[in-house]
């Protein structure tokens, strides 16, 4: 999937996936039994264009490396196909895809990946020792915590390829656990990706 989970609005801080580069970590006093509550964004890949293209251009160049050769990505309203380049920041692609129109685009505007989504579900999984799922509650925004079931899913529903979804996510640890740095409970999301049409 073209989809992230962010720590911050701006989409800087990407939460690492498959490796921990930037986890989604925080340090928890168990004697307490302390929780910590974070909003995190979900978001289709993305980045801007380092300089302007012309309606005819077919070399593009972005501020950083996202895509894949094959990927389609969308400008505005106009999807393009990447030919090659991909995983540089330096693309070659086929204008006016999906029967698009080409057209002139500036320096700094948003290039997406072309999908959007629905049935998003965001869902608190433990694969390593014990599950502490149940440590984690989600929900839409920070007061819905409160309410929110231990362990359970939070369905986000659907998704633009534009769009940014933000949630809110409780851990808490109980009293008596060690001091320790939680690494190992993931969210996995999930939902159907489908190219814009």
Do not use: C
Request: charged share 20%; glycine share 10%; proline share 3%.
């Amino acid at each position: 999937m073209a989809i992230h989970l962010f720590k911050d609005a701006e989409l800087t801080q990407q939460v690492s996936e498959g490796s921990m580069t930037s986890p989604d970590s925080d340090t928890y006093n168990g004697t307490d039994g302390e929780s910590k509550d974070r909003e995190l964004f979900l978001a289709n890949e993305q980045t801007t264009l380092a300089s302007a293209i012309s309606a005819a251009a077919t070399a593009i160049a972005l501020s950083e490396p996202r895509f894949a050769d094959g990927e389609t990505i969308i400008i505005g309203g106009e999807q393009m196909l990447v030919v090659s380049g991909g995983g540089t920041a330096s693309l070659i692609v086929e204008r006016g895809y999906a029967g698009t129109a080409a057209g002139n685009h500036s320096s700094g505007t948003k290039v997406y990946s072309a999908y959007n989504y629905t049935g998003l579900l965001i869902q608190p999984i433990d694969n390593t020792g014990s599950s502490e799922a149940s440590w984690v509650k989600l929900a839409t925004d920070q007061a819905g915590l409160d309410a929110a079931v231990a362990g359970e899913s939070l369905i986000l529903g659907d998704k633009a390829h534009n769009a940014t979804l933000s949630f809110w996510r409780r851990v808490t640890v109980p009293a008596g656990t060690p001091v320790q740095n939680k690494t190992d409970i993931k969210l996995r999301v999930t939902g159907t990706e489908s190219p814009v049409i």
